[in-house]
C-alpha cells in the first residue's frame, strides 16, 4: 500500500471517530465478535496489545472480516521484528508504550501507521522526526490537560496528540478542550472475558459522549 493511501484510510478514520480501541488481552476465540461490536458502532481503530494471547492470530482475524476503512494492529510494540511480523499478516498500525525511533522508522519503512507514546516535549518531537503519524499520550493520568496544551503550543500544526490512561466518556471534555485529536480507549472500553453485548454497551456511551463533546 501506497504511503499516500494509507495516509488517506488513516485520515478517514480520524475523521469518523479517533477513539482506538485498545484489546488488552483479547483471545482469538473471541476477537471477531468484538471487532464486529466495535465496528458497527463506528470504530475504525482497533488495537490487540501485543501482550495479550495469541495476539497475531486475532490481529490477523479481525483485519481480514473488516472493510479497508478500519485500521487494524497493535498495541505494545517493543521491537523491530514484532513490526515485520505485524506487516506479514496484513496488519495496518503499529501502537507504542514509548517512543523508540527505531521501531517508529521500521514501522514506517513497512508501510504502517505508527503512534508512539510519549510524555514529553522532547520524545514527542523525536517520534514526529522518525515519521510518527500521531503521538500517544500516556500515561494520560500523569499527563493533565494543562501539559496537554503546553505541549501541543510547541508541536507542529495538525499534530494528533491522543490521551491513553484512564479515559472515560465523563473524562474526555477537559482533554478535549485542550487541544487533542481523540483518545485511546482502555480496560473503561474492554476488559478480558467481556461478552460482545457487553463491548457494545460501552462502546456506545464512548460514541455518545464523543459525539455530544463534537455536534457536527
Known sequence: MSEESLKARLDAAFAALPLVAILRGLKPVECEDAARALYERGFRLIEVPLNSPEPFDSIAAIRRILPQDALVGAGTVLEVAQVARLKEIGADLVVMPHADTAVIRAAKAAGLACVPGVATATEAFAALAAGADALKLFPAEQINPTIVKAIRTVLPAGTRLLPVGGIAPDTMKPFLEAGVAGFGLGSALYKPGMT?????????????????????
Do not use: C, D
Open 196 to 216: 460482545a453485548a457487553e463491548i457494545a454497551g460501552r462502546a456506545e456511551a464512548f460514541v455518545a459522549s464523543w459525539t455530544a463533546l463534537n455536534p457536527r
